[in-house]
């Protein structure tokens, strides 16, 4: 066994994996509850340490790696500390501070990108009410217009349509396939696909810490595995560093 592990509390979480994710791929990461899913890509990002293996960002280890507004994060749940109440602009507005110099004030392309995120999940009436009381899938609309507005080129997002009504979960549909047509690359775990699915270029299945398939994903294996539909990058030559590059080190 090569690749990326995960030990927590001493037991392996994650037992090997290899996996690079390509620029403009939309990536699904599936599998059952407690399979490892939110370890992988929390590991991918260096959130949680590897006890085995290594994981690149765009070609650079995280400690070194210093291009963090390449890539937008969307946890699970937003974590709203203490009783200091914060709107949903000023949410959306962090997104920002991976592009902006430190000590320098809000530039108007700030504003502009945290107002655009803002429209685009259909919050922007409610910019200044408090995050404090929104709904799972109101919350979930935060979280995606905090990503949007750093602008990143990649977007990783740990099970955007869970909990979340199906209004939520068409208009993330339709926000992912405008991103997607834009070329940015997609990295979500998912327990349902529903209305992502037409989306989904790759599918990572694990089971029990391992890759049990990568590939099509499972509704579309039968067109996709027929030979002659391996996908031509039209810059293939170039070979762009990888967003998500998880390589054994031995
Ligand atoms: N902080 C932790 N300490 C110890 N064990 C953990 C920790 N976090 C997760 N685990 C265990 O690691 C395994 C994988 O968890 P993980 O959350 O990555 O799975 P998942 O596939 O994302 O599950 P779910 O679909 O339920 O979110 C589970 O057995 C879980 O109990």
Known sequence: MSGGQVSLDRRPVLRGIDL??????????LGANGSGKSTLIRALLGLTPLSGGSTLLYGAPPARFREWWRIGYVPQRLSVGGGVPTTIREVVASGRIARQRRLR????ADREATERALETVGMAHR?????????GGQQQRVLIARALAGEPDTFVMDEPTAGVDAQSQQLLA???STLVDQGK??????HELGPLEPLITRAVVLRDGFVCHDGPPPHAVGAHALPG??????????KPASPLDWRPTS
């Open 20 to 29: 690079t994710v390509k620029p403009g791929e939309v990536v699904a990461v």
């Open 105 to 108: 004030p809000t530039s108007p």
């Open 127 to 135: 910019a200044a009410d408090p995050v404090q009381a929104l709904s």
């Open 174 to 176: 339709d926000t992912l």
């Open 185 to 190: 690359t997609v990295l979500l775990v998912a």
């Open 229 to 238: 539909h391996d996908h031509v990058h039209p810059h293939a030559e170039e």
